[in-house]
């Protein structure tokens, strides 16, 4: 069983929100956004990297601007691979927690 | 809404540390990540806020990046040593060659510095500013230095100048004195020196106080040896010891032992007054004319000793007014190693030693150097590899000389070893307690390890710079590899490691030669048999009666009374005049008072003349003003037969009677000049007479030995009986030669067998890469002895090379060493034949080991494999 850690569906599907913008800074911003946490620039890269070891992103560099320096994007896209992973662990989250009322402490 | 936003850009320091920080060509996409959110955190927070954010995570990185660094490091290391590691044990016969040759060389290195130790007469606080006051003499138009001063002159010095903080007489002057406590009788060497020797030098004081401890005449202050052998267990401090039976002297003080490493050694010291009394001369230390003590002195800081050597000969000048004698300061500290004055001295021994041992150090070195390229074709394959796999030059190139480091470093371990295991057998080889003290010898410790890295790099600098430049391509399509290219270079390495073990072997047989030369050289008497007893007391009151007591004892067959033995004739004179003198001679002569038995007694011969004799008084003809000279003397009078000729020295003249053929009064470095013998009668002048001279016959010598010593005891039955045999004082003579010449004689084994391994290394190499060729000679039908000759060939022209360059060189550096005697055995064609000779015939059975192996083998084994 290879299911996705949460770190990584976190980072996969900010990439598949952010489409054709998917570098570090927007993937960064998602994901700060959703967990409500300030994560630090170098805690993206490491699951980027074995993302895309594993086969589930590819990248490729992209157009340079200005406020970066000059330098390029590394922009990351979902493969096929990515998206079945994302699939399958909506598909085990919605088993899982189907039939579940809120979670309140029972008495 | 068009604002018009700011570009910032983040510190150059910080994103320059952030780019060497990422890994090698991934850094343009994180940097441009980090000046992104870096300019939108300065638009938003400020400019401070993105600052700090930046260097935060640039700092946080670092930890990072270390870990990651070495982590891979280790890994490449400890691939390197696994590769390392299977090549010495994949090669063992190679491995041991490279590792023991380069131990050898190491241990010799570490025991030659042990042995050529410069921390002689380090050990002094003041010793910085301490000099001793040495003088050149002029004899004519020869200079002589010598260590003697006026003994007025240091108190003077002390008295007068600022400049000198202290000053300090030393004389051996009692030479021996004769101890006496309770039941011990005891002949000792004393010293005399002034009372402030204790301050200014610093020998540590056990018990007493070194500012007054010699203050009193009548005070000794001796080492804790002794005092352990006088007093055992008692409190030495205040015993009284009974000296010459006359003189009650106190124990004042006990130094703690002399160390070895002084060049001052003794074991008592008295107060230099004592000698007025002892030699009833009450004007002894107030005189400026004669030269017979030796001072030191110790400067202010800033005192320049050459500025002040002017002044110390305008000071002697002033109460004595003399052309022939320059005084100078000379280093207290460079005695040892340095001759006064001169640039002479055990430097040179020291100096020839420290060659010897690396020479032995770069012969291993080249056997390390040959043997590695010479194996570079089986390593090429894995360069190769490594190349195409990713490693750079530099990569390669610092795998190579980590190999080599690390062989070094394996060797200096064995070769501590080995120097832990041939201490006890080099410390009687040179006659020096010896000890590799590491935690004492901090410099030792960095030594070695500088030795090693240095031997390390030099070695492995070769084949790492030329393996780290093979193509890759021809690598690994099998065509590089050892080429010829190289093997002319470890041609020349093999002829230069020869050429050297050839010099030394020249060396060790010269220096053999010239120790045989002066063991058995005529010395011009006959130095066999002969006893001798130092006098003291009593005994020279009865000089006469025990000469004829000790001519009865059955096996002594002659006595003579004489002022010293003949190999220290000490006082010397000049100035004498002659008819026909010319102008610039001016000989120093040496003196030696003897009886009339003399001649007859050493069996010296006479040339011309007669020596004194009984019948010579008797007729009356015997005055005080008759001389008898050797031929040393009549030469430099330039007259063949001088006997009638007069000597006149002031108020003093005198005629020639005799002359002596020569015979050698000093150790042969020195040349025995002209002499003087005079002769007064033992009556009237006893103190002029110290030791007498018995010939024993050699059978019977132990009785013979009985009868002196019972004749010596009537007449002096307060003093010990000691007496020495003339021919055991040669015994020591030359050891420092005999020392020298053994250790070279070790080290010039050591160096062949060191370049022999390398030899056979090499011949085993070349065998085995020409297997294949030999294979298919045999095949052919070359024959065995064919094959041999044809592997032996190369080896044996090249050696017989290095014997031709080695020749004069070692013709030139025997030479010098000979000139350090005055007496010297010639350099014979036989000793370089032999030395070639002995190396071509080693080179020759070295190589053919290896092959005869190689031509003996069964051509299918070898060409099977295709």
């Known amino acids: 069983m290879d299911l996705l850690t949460r770190a990584e569906e976190l980072i996969l599907l900010a990439v598949w929100r952010l489409k054709d913008d998917a570098y570090c800074i927007p993937i960064h911003e998602q994901v700060s956004l959703i967990t409500g946490e300030t994560l630090s620039l170098g805690s993206i890269y490491m699951p980027l990297d074995r993302l895309v070891k594993k086969g589930f992103l590819e990248s490729y560099l992209s157009e340079a601007t200005p406020e970066r320096g000059g330098r390029h994007k590394r922009i990351y896209r979902l493969t096929r691979e990515g998206l079945k992973a994302l699939q399958k662990i909506r598909n085990v989250q919605d088993r899982m927690w189907s039939g579940i009322p809120d979670l309140t402490e029972e008495g | ?866």
């Open chain 2, 1 to 866: 809404m068009s604002i018009e936003r700011r570009h910032y850009k983040p510190p150059k320091l910080a994103e320059f540390l952030l780019r060497r920080i990422l890994p090698d060509g991934t850094w343009e996409t994180p940097t441009g990540d980090f000046e992104e959110f870096y300019n939108s955190l300065a638009q938003e927070r400020g400019i401070f806020r993105a600052n700090v954010w930046y260097l935060g995570q640039v700092l946080k990185l670092i930890p990072a990046k270390i870990i990651n660094t070495t982590y891979w490091s280790i890994q490449m290391f400890k691939n390197y040593m696994k590769v390392a590691f299977r090549n010495i044990i994949r090669h063992k016969g190679f491995s041991v060659i490279n590792i023991t040759g380069l131990a050898v060389g190491m241990a010799c290195c570490i025991l030659i510095f042990l042995w050529v130790e410069k921390s002689y007469d380090q050990f002094h606080k003041n010793g910085k500013n301490m000099y001793i006051v040495a003088t050149h003499i002029k004899y004519g138009s020869r200079t002589s230095t010598s260590s003697g001063t006026p003994s007025a002159l240091g108190p003077a010095l002390k008295d007068e100048y600022p400049e000198i903080v202290n000053s300090v007489r030393f004389c051996n002057g009692p030479h021996a004195m004769y101890f006496a406590y309770k039941d011990q009788k005891l002949r000792e060497e004393v010293e005399a020196v002034d009372p402030s020797f204790l301050k200014m030098f610093s020998f540590p004081m056990a018990l007493g106080d070194p500012e007054t401890a010699l203050d009193d005449p009548h005070s000794l202050v001796m080492s804790e040896k002794m005092a352990a052998k006088y007093f055992r267990k008692e409190n030495p401090l205040g015993q009284t010891i009974r000296v010459d039976n006359t003189y009650d002297f106190t124990v004042t003080g006990v130094f703690e032992d002399v160390p070895h490493n002084s060049i001052l050694q003794f074991d008592y010291l008295i107060n230099i007054v004592f000698l007025k009394e002892l030699w009833t001369f009450p004007q002894l230390l107030n005189r400026w004319f004669d030269l017979s003590f030796t001072t030191f002195v110790q400067l202010e800081h800033n005192v320049s000793p050459e500025a002040f050597s002017g002044k110390i000969t305008d000071r002697i000048n002033k109460e004595y007014p003399r052309e022939d004698v320059k005084p100078f300061l000379w280093p207290f500290t460079k005695i040892y190693l340095h001759r006064l004055g001169t640039g002479g001295g055990r430097i040179l021994r020291a100096r020839m030693l420290t060659m010897v041992a690396l020479f032995v150090l770069v012969i291993a070195c080249i056997n390390f150097m040959n043997l590695t390229t010479a194996r570079s074709g089986t390593r090429a394959k894995e360069i190769g590899m490594r190349k195409v796999t990713g490693a750079y030059k530099i990569d390669i190139i610092k795998q190579f000389f980590g190999e080599s480091v690390l062989l070094a470093l394996l060797s200096v371990c064995l070769g501590v070893v080995l120097v832990l295991l041939l201490l006890p057998v080099f410390s009687g080889l040179t006659g020096k307690t010896l000890g590799l003290n590491i935690s004492d010898n901090l410099l030792l410790v960095f030594g070695l390890i500088g030795i090693a890295v240095a031997t390390g790099f030099l070695a492995g600098s070769y084949p790492a710079l030329m393996m780290s430049s093979f193509q890759p391509v021809k690598v690994l399509r099998g065509s590089a590899g050892a080429g010829s290219k190289k093997s002319m270079l470890r041609k020349i390495l093999v002829v230069f490691q020869f050429v050297v073990t050839i010099i030394l072997i020249i060396r060790t047989v010269v220096v053999y030669e010239q120790l045989d030369y002066m063991r058995n050289k005529d010395l011009g008497f006959n130095r066999d048999h002969l006893v001798y007893l130092p006098v003291s007391g009593a005994l020279k009151e009865h000089y006469g009666a025990a000469k004829q007591e000790l001519l009865k004892v059955p096996g002594v067959s002659g006595v003579s009374l004489t002022s010293r033995t003949p190999l220290l004739f000490g006082s010397s004179g000049s100035n004498w005049n002659w008819e026909g003198k010319s102008e610039d001679t001016n000989p120093s002569i040496r003196y030696f008072c003897c009886d009339y038995d003399f001649v007859k007694t050493f069996e010296v011969e006479m040339a011309y003349g007669q020596f004194y004799s009984e019948e010579l008084t008797k007729g009356g003809s015997l005055q005080s003003g008759q001389l008898v000279i050797n031929e040393q003397l009549a030469a430099v009078m330039g007259k063949e037969n001088p006997v009638g000729m007069r000597l006149l020295k002031r108020d003093q003249q005198a005629t020639i009677i005799g002359v002596v053929k020569d015979f050698n009064y000093w150790p042969l470095h020195h040349q025995s000049g002209p002499l003087i013998i005079f002769h007064k009668s033992y009556n009237d002048e006893p103190h002029r007479y110290r030791y007498i001279f018995a010939r024993v016959r050699p059978e019977n010598i132990p009785q013979t030995i009985a009868g002196i010593k019972e004749v010596y005891e009537t007449f002096n039955p307060e003093f010990p009986f000691i007496y020495r045999f003339l021919e055991d004082d040669y015994v020591g003579l030359y050891v420092s030669e005999e020392r020298t010449g053994s250790v070279v004689k070790y080290f010039s084994l050591l160096a062949i067998l060191v370049s022999c391994l390398g030899l056979f290394g090499l011949a085993s190499f070349l065998a085995e890469q020409r297997t294949k060729e030999i294979g298919i000679r045999k095949v052919l039908g070359s024959s065995v002895q064919g094959i041999l000759v044809l592997l032996s060939k190369e080896f044996v022209k090249w050696v017989a090379l290095a014997n031709v360059i080695a020749w004069p060189i070692a013709w030139f550096m025997s030479r010098a060493w000979l000139q350090n005697f005055a007496y010297r055995t010639s350099i014979e064609l036989w000793i370089f034949l032999f030395a070639g000779v002995l190396v071509v015939s080693i080179a020759v059975l070295t190589v053919s080991f290896q092959s005869i192996k190689a031509a003996t083998a069964n051509p299918i084994d070898c060409l099977r494999y295709e």
